[in-house]
């Protein structure tokens, strides 16, 4: 059964750092490229980025390029989001999803989500 856990999340101020991570289970993580995305109430789902099988990243917004990244770790199942220069309007809910193919192809789509975790920047 196919799981993604994330897990990372909390409360941060703005300048600050966070790593988050997305456990997953349930299928071989390198043949899958794996996306971050992020959510607020009432909000449209918004992608943040990819890492495809090969470890090519993708940008899905140009507001996290420089200050965001992805990075993968097949022996432990485990991909990372790293981010740094934290700003209020990266305060979202942050889920990873699974997709469909090697590579990080939104047309293809994405199968399976985590539930989420939460990243609030403030003072």
């Known amino acids: 059964q196919v799981q993604l856990v994330e897990s990372g999340g909390g409360l941060v101020q703005p300048g600050g750092s966070l790593r988050l991570s997305c456990a997953a289970s349930g299928f071989t993580l390198d043949y899958y490229a794996i996306g971050w995305f992020r959510q607020a109430p009432g909000k449209e789902r918004e992608g943040v980025l990819c890492?495809?099988?090969?470890?090519?990243?993708?940008y899905y917004t140009d507001s996290v390029k420089y200050r965001f990244t992805i990075s993968r770790d097949n022996a432990k199942n485990t991909v990372y989001l790293k981010m740094k220069g934290l700003k209020p309007e990266d305060t979202d809910i942050y889920y990873c999803?699974?997709?469909?193919?090697?590579?990080?192809?939104?047309?293809?789509?994405?199968?399976?989500w985590g539930q989420g975790t939460q990243v609030t920047v403030s003072s």
């Open positions: 999803a699974k997709n469909l193919s090697p590579y990080c192809d939104v047309g293809v789509g994405y199968d399976y």
């Open positions: 890492i495809n099988y090969s470890d090519s990243i993708t």
